[in-house]
């Protein structure tokens, strides 16, 4: 069975989506499935931010092809891991949460590289392209050690 990790943000069109390239980059996608998802339905079918696919393609990643989707409870079924990028993230996603063991497996993904400080991803949606070079500096550093998990 393929380990299923779900990147979660606000509007999934920064964040997340970086989130998901990135990590999929990272990782043998025969044993793991990667996708990302917003708590809002703000962008709904919207193509990543153009400030996203920018910095994605600095790096050597194409996140083109992804769109906005939202999250939803079901998702706690189809995921083992959900890594959210924020305190309000958190809380949008475990108020859906049905049981104990659907708030188990979500956690703030910087905890991975900074354990038990809840250190945030900031929203980089209203600045300018130096949030998105931070996002994503934060991310691949996170998402490093998810893929070494995941060997
Ligand atoms: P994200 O950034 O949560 O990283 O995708 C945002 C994108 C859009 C909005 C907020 C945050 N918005 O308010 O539309």
Same mark, same amino acid.
């Given at each position: 069975?393929?380990?299923? $990790?779900?990147?979660?943000?606000?509007?999934?069109?920064? /964040?997340?989506?970086?989130?998901?390239?990135?990590?999929?980059?990272?990782?043998?996608?025969?044993? $793991?499935?990667?996708?990302?998802?917003?708590?809002?339905?703000?962008?709904?079918?919207?193509?990543?931010?153009? +400030?996203?696919?920018?910095?994605? +393609? &600095?790096?050597?990643?194409?996140? +083109?092809? =992804?769109?906005? /989707? =939202?999250?939803?409870?079901?998702?706690?079924? *189809?995921? #083992? /891991? %959900?890594?959210?990028?924020?305190?309000?993230?958190? &809380?949008?996603?475990?108020?859906?949460?049905? *049981?104990? =063991?659907?708030?188990?497996?979500?956690?703030? $993904?910087? *905890?991975?590289?900074?354990?038990?400080?809840?250190?945030?991803?900031?929203?980089?949606?209203?600045?300018?392209? *130096?949030?998105?070079?931070?996002?994503? #500096?934060?991310? #691949?550093?996170?998402?490093? $050690? %998810?893929?070494?998990?995941? &060997?």
């Amino acid at each position: 069975m393929k380990t299923r $990790i779900l990147m979660v943000c606000l509007g999934n069109i920064c /964040r997340s989506p970086l989130a998901e390239g990135i990590l999929k980059s990272k990782v043998d996608e025969e044993k $793991i499935f990667v996708d990302s998802a917003g708590t809002s339905n703000y962008h709904v079918d919207d193509c990543p931010d153009p +400030r996203s696919v920018d910095i994605a +393609r &600095q790096n050597n990643l194409d996140i +083109r092809s =992804q769109r906005g /989707r =939202q999250f939803s409870a079901e998702d706690f079924d *189809n995921f #083992d /891991r %959900i890594y959210v990028m924020d305190m309000s993230n958190y &809380q949008d996603v475990l108020s859906l949460a049905r *049981n104990e =063991q659907d708030k188990e497996k979500v956690s703030l $993904i910087l *905890n991975e590289v900074f354990p038990g400080e809840n250190v945030e991803v900031p929203d980089p949606y209203h600045g300018g392209a *130096n949030g998105f070079k931070k996002v994503y #500096d934060m991310l #691949d550093e996170a998402c490093t $050690i %998810i893929a070494e998990k995941h &060997q």
